[in-house]
């Protein structure tokens, strides 16, 4: 896959998956446009510091934009709890906007503006979250599965001008930690995933090798959720 002369914008993308998938984007030949509310700016990417929860942020950022955008990637996204934690009202909205209305409005920006290229594709990164929940999670649940959502809802929309999927992460040991053989055994690949993982995916979903995909939620958890659990099996416990 080569991306020589294509222009990708990824949210989300100064640290963990997001920044990996900035260097994937960057390692195949692409142009990068990174906008996130952290400022640790990936290495050879531009950079937009803001917070994409804000309409006027997001307005202003695609004013900065200097060429079309081939590859639109939704990465962004915050947790801030649930019903047992006591997630406000303006938390749990707070959610809504960076997980589904930025993606959302950002693509209609890029409409609007023109700026969408021709034959485009847009990834959103939702996660098995969409599908199943830890306890205190609703906030980031609901905005994981408005995104998978969206995203069948938008290829549709977009026929003809883009192709939308969607990529649900599982365990992502993002922070390469060191893990128990007990946590890579409830996978049934064997391990726990890899960052890289998810943007290689990302990559091809963006390839023309995808080109008859679409509308499409794709999860990689290493068949985690596949794996129907017992307790003293694969790992799993209930303490």
Not at 166 to 187: I, R, T
Request: hydrophobic share 40%.
């Amino acid at each position: 896959m080569t991306f020589t002369n294509k222009h990708a914008v990824i949210t989300g993308g100064s640290n963990g998956i997001g920044r990996r998938i900035v260097e994937a984007f960057l390692r195949e030949g692409a142009a990068v446009t990174v906008i996130d509310i952290a400022d640790n700016a990936p290495e050879n990417a531009q950079f937009f510091q803001g917070d994409i929860a804000e309409k006027s942020v997001l307005e202003e950022f695609v004013g900065t934009l200097k060429q079309p955008v081939d590859f639109l990637i939704n990465n962004a996204c915050v947790g801030r709890g649930g019903l047992l934690s006591g997630c406000s009202y303006e938390d749990f909205e707070y959610v809504q906007r960076v997980g589904v209305t930025a993606p959302f409005y950002l693509t209609s920006l890029l409409l609007r503006n023109n700026l969408l290229a021709p034959n485009a594709s847009i990834v959103n990164i939702a996660s098995t979250c969409a599908f199943q929940s830890h306890p205190d999670t609703e906030a980031y649940s609901a905005a994981k599965g408005g995104i998978v959502a969206l995203t069948h809802s938008m290829a549709v929309s977009l026929s003809g001008k883009a192709r939308v999927n969607c990529v649900s992460p599982g365990w992502v040991n993002v922070e390469n930690a060191d893990l128990s053989e007990q946590d890579k055994s409830q996978h049934p690949v064997g391990r726990v995933g890899k960052s890289a993982d998810i943007a290689e995916l990302v990559l091809f979903l963006c390839s023309d090798k995808a080109g008859f995909i679409t509308g499409e939620n794709i999860t990689i958890d290493g068949g985690m959720s596949k794996l129907m659990i017992y307790h003293g099996d694969n790992g799993w416990r209930l303490e």
